[in-house]
Protein backbone atom coordinates (compact mmCIF):
# COMPACT_ATOMS: atom_id res chain seq x y z
CA UNK A 1 0.00 0.00 0.00
CA UNK A 2 1.40 3.01 -1.05
CA UNK A 3 2.17 6.05 1.78
CA UNK A 4 3.94 9.16 2.19
CA UNK A 5 5.30 10.56 4.93
CA UNK A 6 4.82 14.58 5.66
CA UNK A 7 8.39 15.05 7.89
CA UNK A 8 10.25 12.83 5.96
CA UNK A 9 9.01 15.05 2.96
CA UNK A 10 9.84 18.53 4.23
CA UNK A 11 13.39 17.06 5.83
CA UNK A 12 13.86 15.81 2.27
CA UNK A 13 13.16 19.21 0.65
CA UNK A 14 15.36 20.90 3.58
CA UNK A 15 18.16 18.74 2.75
CA UNK A 16 17.92 19.48 -0.86
CA UNK A 17 17.56 23.20 -1.00
CA UNK A 18 20.79 23.52 1.65
CA UNK A 19 22.72 21.51 -1.53
CA UNK A 20 21.24 23.23 -3.84
CA UNK A 21 20.66 27.03 -2.31
CA UNK A 22 22.93 29.23 -4.89
CA UNK A 23 21.08 27.92 -7.24
CA UNK A 24 17.10 28.31 -5.43
CA UNK A 25 17.42 31.30 -3.91
CA UNK A 26 18.29 33.45 -6.92
CA UNK A 27 15.34 31.63 -9.05
CA UNK A 28 13.07 31.78 -6.05
CA UNK A 29 13.52 35.48 -5.75
CA UNK A 30 13.25 36.16 -9.53
CA UNK A 31 9.53 34.14 -9.27
CA UNK A 32 8.50 36.27 -6.46
CA UNK A 33 9.75 39.82 -8.06
CA UNK A 34 7.49 38.77 -10.88
CA UNK A 35 4.48 37.33 -8.37
CA UNK A 36 4.74 41.03 -7.05
CA UNK A 37 4.34 42.67 -10.15
CA UNK A 38 1.05 40.92 -10.19
CA UNK A 39 -1.70 43.70 -10.49
CA UNK A 40 -4.54 41.80 -9.62
CA UNK A 41 -3.66 41.77 -5.66
CA UNK A 42 -3.85 38.28 -5.43
CA UNK A 43 -0.58 36.87 -4.92
CA UNK A 44 -1.98 32.89 -3.52
CA UNK A 45 -1.19 30.03 -6.20
CA UNK A 46 2.74 29.33 -6.45
CA UNK A 47 4.18 32.98 -5.17
CA UNK A 48 1.82 32.67 -2.31
CA UNK A 49 2.41 29.34 -0.63
CA UNK A 50 4.71 27.43 -2.43
CA UNK A 51 1.73 25.26 -4.19
CA UNK A 52 3.83 24.53 -8.02
CA UNK A 53 0.37 24.50 -9.44
CA UNK A 54 -0.36 27.78 -11.32
CA UNK A 55 -3.56 30.01 -9.97
CA UNK A 56 -6.58 29.66 -12.00
CA UNK A 57 -6.55 33.50 -12.00
CA UNK A 58 -2.75 33.33 -13.00
CA UNK A 59 -1.65 37.29 -13.53
CA UNK A 60 -4.62 40.20 -14.39
CA UNK A 61 -3.68 39.68 -18.05
CA UNK A 62 -6.77 42.14 -18.86
CA UNK A 63 -6.41 46.31 -18.28
CA UNK A 64 -6.62 46.63 -14.86
CA UNK A 65 -4.50 49.41 -13.90
CA UNK A 66 -3.77 49.90 -18.09
CA UNK A 67 -1.64 47.19 -17.57
CA UNK A 68 -2.24 45.59 -21.00
CA UNK A 69 0.29 43.91 -23.15
CA UNK A 70 2.67 44.68 -20.36
CA UNK A 71 0.64 42.21 -18.25
CA UNK A 72 0.09 39.37 -20.75
CA UNK A 73 4.04 39.25 -21.11
CA UNK A 74 4.46 39.12 -17.68
CA UNK A 75 2.09 36.52 -17.37
CA UNK A 76 3.84 34.42 -20.05
CA UNK A 77 7.21 34.96 -18.56
CA UNK A 78 6.33 33.81 -15.39
CA UNK A 79 4.32 30.67 -16.64
CA UNK A 80 7.14 29.91 -18.42
CA UNK A 81 10.09 30.32 -15.67
CA UNK A 82 7.18 28.29 -13.61
CA UNK A 83 7.99 25.23 -16.05
CA UNK A 84 11.48 25.49 -15.91
CA UNK A 85 11.35 25.61 -11.97
CA UNK A 86 9.89 22.28 -11.71
CA UNK A 87 12.14 20.79 -14.61
CA UNK A 88 14.76 22.52 -12.15
CA UNK A 89 13.43 20.38 -8.90
CA UNK A 90 12.67 17.17 -10.52
CA UNK A 91 16.14 17.21 -12.02
CA UNK A 92 17.57 18.05 -8.31
CA UNK A 93 15.28 15.53 -6.66
CA UNK A 94 16.87 13.21 -9.52
CA UNK A 95 20.09 14.06 -7.92
CA UNK A 96 21.31 16.15 -10.98
CA UNK A 97 22.30 19.71 -10.72
CA UNK A 98 20.02 22.14 -11.87
CA UNK A 99 21.62 24.40 -14.65
CA UNK A 100 20.39 28.15 -15.72
CA UNK A 101 19.56 27.33 -19.45
CA UNK A 102 16.67 24.44 -18.04
CA UNK A 103 14.43 27.90 -17.20
CA UNK A 104 14.05 27.93 -20.65
CA UNK A 105 14.29 25.33 -22.97
CA UNK A 106 10.75 24.01 -22.76
CA UNK A 107 9.13 25.94 -25.35
CA UNK A 108 6.91 23.18 -26.19
CA UNK A 109 5.42 22.53 -23.12
CA UNK A 110 3.90 26.31 -22.35
CA UNK A 111 0.49 25.57 -24.03
CA UNK A 112 -0.35 22.05 -22.39
CA UNK A 113 1.06 23.38 -19.43
CA UNK A 114 -1.28 26.79 -19.21
CA UNK A 115 -4.54 24.44 -20.66
CA UNK A 116 -3.62 21.61 -17.82
CA UNK A 117 -3.34 24.42 -15.01
CA UNK A 118 -6.17 26.08 -16.12
CA UNK A 119 -8.69 23.52 -16.20
CA UNK A 120 -7.52 22.25 -12.86
CA UNK A 121 -8.14 25.86 -11.41
CA UNK A 122 -11.43 26.39 -12.39
CA UNK A 123 -12.47 22.47 -11.59
CA UNK A 124 -11.15 23.43 -8.33
CA UNK A 125 -12.74 26.71 -8.18
CA UNK A 126 -15.93 25.01 -9.40
CA UNK A 127 -15.61 22.87 -6.64
CA UNK A 128 -15.34 25.07 -3.78
CA UNK A 129 -17.97 27.79 -4.80
CA UNK A 130 -20.73 25.12 -4.19
CA UNK A 131 -19.58 22.94 -1.80
CA UNK A 132 -16.15 23.43 -0.90
CA UNK A 133 -15.71 19.67 0.24
CA UNK A 134 -16.04 18.81 -3.81
CA UNK A 135 -13.14 21.77 -4.52
CA UNK A 136 -10.83 20.41 -1.70
CA UNK A 137 -11.94 16.76 -3.32
CA UNK A 138 -10.76 17.99 -6.59
CA UNK A 139 -7.88 20.03 -5.65
CA UNK A 140 -5.98 17.24 -4.16
CA UNK A 141 -7.15 14.51 -6.68
CA UNK A 142 -5.50 16.30 -9.44
CA UNK A 143 -2.79 17.88 -7.56
CA UNK A 144 0.18 16.25 -9.99
CA UNK A 145 -1.60 17.02 -13.38
CA UNK A 146 0.18 20.25 -14.08
CA UNK A 147 3.56 18.51 -13.24
CA UNK A 148 2.88 14.98 -15.26
CA UNK A 149 2.14 17.80 -18.34
CA UNK A 150 5.99 18.46 -17.85
CA UNK A 151 7.61 15.09 -16.20
CA UNK A 152 5.83 12.74 -18.49
CA UNK A 153 4.84 14.90 -20.83
CA UNK A 154 1.37 13.47 -20.57
CA UNK A 155 -1.77 15.21 -22.93
CA UNK A 156 -4.33 17.07 -20.78
CA UNK A 157 -6.93 14.04 -20.35
CA UNK A 158 -4.21 11.40 -19.48
CA UNK A 159 -2.31 13.72 -16.83
CA UNK A 160 -6.00 14.00 -15.07
CA UNK A 161 -6.32 10.24 -15.64
CA UNK A 162 -2.48 9.75 -14.09
CA UNK A 163 -2.82 12.00 -10.98
CA UNK A 164 -6.01 10.53 -10.10
CA UNK A 165 -4.55 7.05 -10.25
CA UNK A 166 -1.21 8.26 -8.03
CA UNK A 167 -3.34 10.04 -5.28
CA UNK A 168 -5.81 7.10 -4.76
CA UNK A 169 -5.74 5.54 -1.18
CA UNK A 170 -3.65 9.16 0.10
CA UNK A 171 -5.89 11.95 -0.09
CA UNK A 172 -6.10 12.23 3.61
CA UNK A 173 -2.22 12.19 3.69
CA UNK A 174 -2.11 14.66 0.79
CA UNK A 175 -4.78 17.11 2.83
CA UNK A 176 -2.06 17.11 5.71
CA UNK A 177 0.84 17.78 3.29
CA UNK A 178 -1.03 20.64 2.11
CA UNK A 179 -2.10 22.36 4.87
CA UNK A 180 1.86 22.03 6.43
CA UNK A 181 2.87 23.50 3.12
CA UNK A 182 0.49 26.67 3.94
CA UNK A 183 1.46 27.16 7.39
CA UNK A 184 5.28 26.92 6.24
CA UNK A 185 4.90 29.50 3.80
CA UNK A 186 2.70 31.60 5.72
CA UNK A 187 5.27 31.56 8.41
CA UNK A 188 8.08 32.38 5.73
CA UNK A 189 6.21 35.04 4.77
CA UNK A 190 6.35 36.35 8.87
CA UNK A 191 9.67 36.62 8.77
CA UNK A 192 10.40 39.65 7.12
CA UNK A 193 9.21 37.93 3.86
CA UNK A 194 13.06 36.85 3.20
CA UNK A 195 11.61 33.61 4.98
CA UNK A 196 9.75 33.09 1.84
CA UNK A 197 13.38 32.55 -0.23
CA UNK A 198 13.23 29.50 2.12
CA UNK A 199 10.13 28.10 2.44
CA UNK A 200 9.07 28.46 -0.99
CA UNK A 201 11.57 26.06 -2.38
CA UNK A 202 11.69 23.58 0.55
CA UNK A 203 8.01 23.50 -0.14
CA UNK A 204 7.83 22.97 -3.54
CA UNK A 205 10.91 20.44 -2.90
CA UNK A 206 8.89 18.78 -0.81
CA UNK A 207 6.19 18.98 -3.24
CA UNK A 208 8.44 16.95 -5.57
CA UNK A 209 9.57 14.46 -3.78
CA UNK A 210 5.61 13.61 -2.82
CA UNK A 211 4.86 13.64 -6.42
CA UNK A 212 8.22 11.34 -7.02
CA UNK A 213 7.16 8.68 -4.34
CA UNK A 214 3.41 8.37 -5.23
CA UNK A 215 4.72 8.25 -9.22
CA UNK A 216 6.97 5.12 -8.60
Do not use: C
Amino acid sequence: MKTISIKGAFKRGWELFKANQKFLIPVTLLLLVLGSLDNSGDHQGFYGYGHAGFHSRGFDVGMHHGGGMFSILLFVLALFLQIGFMKSLLKIEEGQEPRWKDLVDHADLLIRFFVANLLYGILVGVGLVLLVIPGVYFMVKYLFVPLLTIDKKLGIKEAFKESARMTEGVKWKLIGFLLVLVLANILGAVVFVVGLLVSVPVSALAYIHVYKKLRD
